[in-house]
């Protein structure tokens, strides 16, 4: 099964979304507090141009799906 690039989940108990990137590096952005976490291990300074390009792919994603639940 291959897996979307980017998965949304929620908290409902406290309110809080979630952004997940399923592909290297993986890792869940907390749309709230905009809190990142990386599962994995890389050199942050290597990959800091696509770090940032994927947390801006990862608000984006996340923009397009609420508006679709609120149209």
Same mark, same amino acid.
């Given at each position: 099964?291959?897996? *979307?690039? !980017?998965? %949304?989940?929620? /908290?409902?108990?406290?309110?809080? @979304?979630?952004?997940?990137?399923? &592909?290297f *590096?993986r !890792?869940i %952005?907390?749309? /709230?507090?905009?809190?990142l976490? @990386?599962?994995?291990?890389?050199? &942050? ?13 990862? @608000?984006?994603?996340?923009?397009? &799906? ?6």
């Open positions: 099964m291959k897996y *979307p690039r !980017f998965l %949304l989940a929620d /908290n409902a108990e406290n309110d809080i @979304f979630y952004v997940i990137h399923t &592909e *590096p !890792f %952005l907390n749309i /709230n507090t905009d809190e976490e @990386f599962w994995e291990s890389f050199d &942050e300074e290597e990959a800091k141009g696509e770090y940032d390009t994927l947390v801006k792919e990862a @608000f984006d994603f996340y923009d397009a &799906e609420i508006e679709q639940y609120d149209s």
